[in-house]
């Protein structure tokens, strides 16, 4: 099993272009969270979405848009990409089915100039 | 506000035990979760409850609003972000996570 796979893993972007960054799980777990790193501020949740079709906002929300058509995929989109999304993004799921834990993707690095 | 508190940075020597602190104010929150972050690489989950637990050379202990995560045998591989989370009551899933905590080892 590949687990949580993202891509790509570094991109660089210029002010007001857009992109899509792409996740996908195999563990068939119905639960998936994006969530941005910034130095010394932790994870904050993005988006997260509990099954396929139903999609909910997180802790930082803004300029981000995502959707869920499949259990596998939960892509993030940024429309007008700005300096203030210059961070490293995370995937996660998490199963209910007593793993009760939440399993990271790699990460994409991205860098809005 | 839910919150999740680390310090920002923990400094050891090899071959110590180093423990890293956290507390919470997050609501009908009852479970930790200890995760070891690699830049460039998933974050991974080292130790997990509502009770005293060990995994390996990892350590948690447990308190009602506070978990320490303790590091046997401190190494200078185990120089790395370590990041603390709370579960809150609801069933989505949703962690709350602290800042991380940045081990440095000195040899």
């Known amino acids: 099993n590949a687990g949580v796979t993202q891509t790509p893993k570094f991109r660089i972007l210029k002010i007001g272009q857009s992109m899509t960054l792409q996740c996908t799980q195999d563990?068939?777990?119905?639960?998936m969270y994006w969530y941005r790193q910034d130095p010394g501020m932790g994870l904050k949740l993005i988006y997260y979405?509990?099954?396929?079709?139903?999609?909910d906002k997180g802790e930082v929300p803004n300029g981000y848009n995502v959707s869920r058509s499949t259990t596998e995929d939960f892509p993030l989109r940024l429309e007008l990409a700005a300096p203030s999304q210059t961070s490293v993004y995370f995937c996660?799921?998490?199963?209910?089915?007593?793993?009760?834990?939440?399993?990271f993707g790699p990460g994409t690095r991205l860098t809005v100039l | 506000k839910d919150q999740v508190f680390q310090p920002s940075t923990v400094a050891s020597s090899e071959g110590a035990v180093v423990e890293i602190f956290c507390n919470h104010s997050?609501?009908?929150?009852?479970?930790f979760f200890w995760y070891l972050h690699f830049p460039g690489c998933a974050p991974r989950l080292l130790v997990k409850?509502?009770?005293?637990?060990q995994q390996g050379r990892y350590n948690m202990t447990y308190e009602r609003f506070s978990s320490s995560l303790l590091i046997l045998q401190v190494r200078e591989a185990d120089a790395a972000v370590y990041y603390c989370?709370?579960?809150?009551?609801?069933?989505?899933?949703?962690?709350?996570f602290g800042q991380g905590t940045t081990l440095q080892v000195k040899p």
């Open positions: 989370a709370c579960k809150g009551s609801s069933n989505t899933g949703k962690l709350i």
């Open positions: 409850g509502s009770k005293p637990s």
């Open positions: 979405s509990v099954g396929a079709g139903i999609t």
């Open positions: 997050v609501s009908n929150a009852y479970n």
């Open positions: 996660a799921t998490w199963g209910t089915s007593g793993d009760n834990e939440q399993f």
């Open positions: 563990m068939n777990h119905n639960y």
